[in-house]
């Protein structure tokens, strides 16, 4: 309708727009590797996606005290993912029916932005890889932010888009994304797709639960 107020959607990246976590584990198993450590369980992983990198890789250590091992881990995985994103093979899908709502979204003047852990090289890489760019009015990554669920990310997706909280909704897969926004004072969207059970995306302050892409444009455009 004419007149009515923006609407900004922010996606989380890894477990909402793509299923990324057998690159995630496997760099992760890498870098524990290369420093002698026996790999995290494959569940241990996936229940830290969505924070940066160094705080993630600190939840899984067991000596949370040796900041040196920590910056290696830190290391072997950028290098193991760098080496990985090369492979001719490597992939990050969009899950089904991700680029139809975009696509939808896009259409009825919804503006659009993504607050993710990845990096900012690794975000690009995605965005590129499945031309996305021209959907996204900003991307924010933990490059140049506090990590979730501090709030920064979403106010300056925010501040980018000009749009209030009221009309701001955050879509994600973990608790993490859902606290993030609650902190920022945004609707909040869980997808039962991703990294984190539907159980904790309730209790960390999901507004909404989806179970597929299509459900997510009636709550934006009711």
Same mark, same amino acid.
Request: hydrophobic share 35%; with cysteine.
């Given at each position: 309708?004419?007149?009515?107020?923006? /609407?900004?959607?922010?996606?989380?990246?890894? !477990? $909402?727009? #793509?299923? =990324?976590? *057998? @690159?995630?584990?496997?760099?992760?198993?890498? =870098?524990?590797?290369?420093?002698?450590?026996?790999?995290?369980?494959?569940? &241990?992983?996936?229940?830290?996606?969505?924070l @940066?990198?160094?705080?993630?890789?600190?939840?899984?250590?067991?000596?949370?005290?040796? &900041?040196?091992?920590? +910056?290696?881990?830190?290391?072997? *995985?950028?290098?193991?993912?760098?080496? +990985?994103?090369? /492979?001719?093979? +490597?992939?990050?899908?969009?899950?089904?029916? $991700?680029?139809?709502?975009?696509?939808?979204?896009?259409?009825?003047?919804?503006?659009?932005?993504?607050?993710?852990? /990845?990096?900012?090289?690794?975000?690009? &890489?995605v965005?590129?890889?499945?031309?996305?760019? /021209?959907?996204?009015? =900003?991307?924010?990554?933990?490059?140049? @932010?506090?990590?979730?669920?501090?709030?920064?990310?979403?106010?300056?997706?925010?501040?980018?888009? !000009?749009?209030?909280?009221?009309? $701001?909704? %955050?879509? !994600?897969?973990?608790? *993490?994304? %859902?606290?993030?926004?609650?902190?920022? @004072?945004?609707?909040? #969207?869980?997808?039962?797709?991703?990294? +984190?059970?539907?159980?904790?995306?309730l209790?960390?302050?999901?507004? *909404?639960?989806?179970?597929?892409?299509?459900?997510?444009?009636?709550? #934006?455009?009711?």
């Open positions: 309708m004419q007149g009515s107020p923006l /609407k900004l959607v922010v996606f989380d990246c890894d !477990g $909402t727009l #793509v299923d =990324s976590q *057998y @690159n995630i584990i496997h760099c992760m198993e890498q =870098s524990f590797k290369a420093c002698d450590l026996i790999p995290p369980e494959d569940p &241990a992983v996936r229940s830290i996606i969505g @940066n990198l160094d705080e993630a890789i600190h939840h899984l250590m067991t000596d949370k005290e040796d &900041a040196d091992l920590l +910056h290696r881990l830190v290391e072997g *995985y950028k290098a193991a993912f760098r080496e +990985h994103r090369l /492979k001719p093979d +490597h992939e990050e899908p969009l899950f089904k029916g $991700t680029l139809d709502t975009i696509k939808a979204l896009d259409a009825a003047g919804t503006l659009m932005a993504v607050a993710t852990g /990845k990096s900012m090289r690794g975000l690009k &890489a965005v590129e890889m499945h031309d996305l760019g /021209k959907y996204f009015i =900003s991307l924010q990554t933990p490059d140049h @932010n506090p990590g979730k669920p501090h709030p920064q990310m979403l106010e300056k997706a925010m501040k980018d888009a !000009g749009t209030l909280p009221e009309n $701001t909704y %955050m879509i !994600g897969d973990t608790s *993490y994304d %859902m606290m993030l926004g609650k902190n920022a @004072n945004c609707h909040t #969207v869980g997808v039962s797709w991703g990294y +984190h059970d539907d159980a904790t995306l209790a960390s302050g999901a507004d *909404y639960l989806i179970h597929r892409y299509d459900e997510l444009f009636p709550i #934006v455009h009711p």
